[in-house]
């Protein structure tokens, strides 16, 4: 069955250290994959994506992520992190031929000042 | 224009009211979304429109209604909702498929509190 494993339910990193957010999923093909951010009380706005090609990817707001086939992840980075980051991070696959995401069920960034 | 926009911002209501919810998009996506979403949970899929027709519905209980008047807009209606529906209801759209890698554009939600 499709699915997508977010490990870390919370995570608590100082301001200026770096950061790491893991994702793994589980797919018959190659995957459409996806990392979305949400303030509280917020809509989802999308960071980046991957469908093929160069297996690391920048996003918007410093953001990147390293798809990695032989290990079924694709975790998200980012080399120094800032207050503004303390959100609700999903990893969502998109459903091959479907409308549907698949979405992890999210890690909760703490940023310490 | 890449935003998704949703009415009203917030939204309280008892179990006998009727209301809606409203959303609207000028990307020209051709698909647009309701998900739920309940607290430290992801978004869980209600409807999908393709086209203004429903395409699917992810056996949401008959208390909500969706409508999708034209290729822009979206409603909910809702009616005899319960407590539990009390929730963030999220609007997306698509430029298409989400399985061939279409992302989706998601509003900034209605908070809904059923009394």
């Known amino acids: 069955a499709q699915s997508v494993t977010q490990p870390d339910i919370h995570i608590t990193v100082s301001e200026g250290a770096s950061l790491e957010l893991r994702c793994n999923y589980s797919?018959?093909?190659?995957?459409?994959l996806f990392w979305y951010v949400q303030s509280p009380g917020q809509g989802l706005q999308l960071l980046l994506k991957y469908f093929s090609g160069d297996t690391l990817v920048q996003g918007i707001k410093g953001f990147e992520a390293e798809f990695k086939r032989s290990q079924s992840s694709f975790n998200l980075r980012k080399p120094s992190v800032h207050w503004s980051d303390a959100a609700e991070y999903f990893c969502?696959?998109?459903?091959?031929?479907?409308?549907?995401?698949?979405f992890g069920t999210g890690t909760r960034l703490k940023v310490l000042a | 224009d890449t935003e998704v926009t949703q009415t009203p911002k917030h939204l309280v209501m008892g179990m006998t009211n009727k209301k809606s919810l409203k959303c609207e998009q000028h990307m020209g996506h051709r698909a647009m979304y309701w998900y739920k979403q309940k607290a430290k949970k992801p978004p869980e899929l209600m409807f999908v429109?393709?086209?203004?027709?429903?395409?699917i519905n992810e056996s949401v209980p008959s208390r909500f209604s969706p409508e999708c008047p034209n290729s822009s807009l979206l409603n909910l209606h809702l009616h005899a909702l319960q407590p539990e529906d009390s929730a963030l209801y999220l609007c997306?759209?698509?430029?298409?498929?989400?399985?061939?890698?279409?992302?989706?554009?998601f509003g900034p939600g209605t908070r809904l509190t059923v009394l």
């Open positions: 429109y393709s086209y203004e027709k429903l395409s």
């Open positions: 797919y018959g093909a190659t995957p459409y």
């Open positions: 969502a696959v998109g459903a091959r031929g479907t409308y549907k995401y698949i």
């Open positions: 997306a759209s698509s430029r298409g498929l989400a399985g061939v890698g279409n992302e989706q554009f």
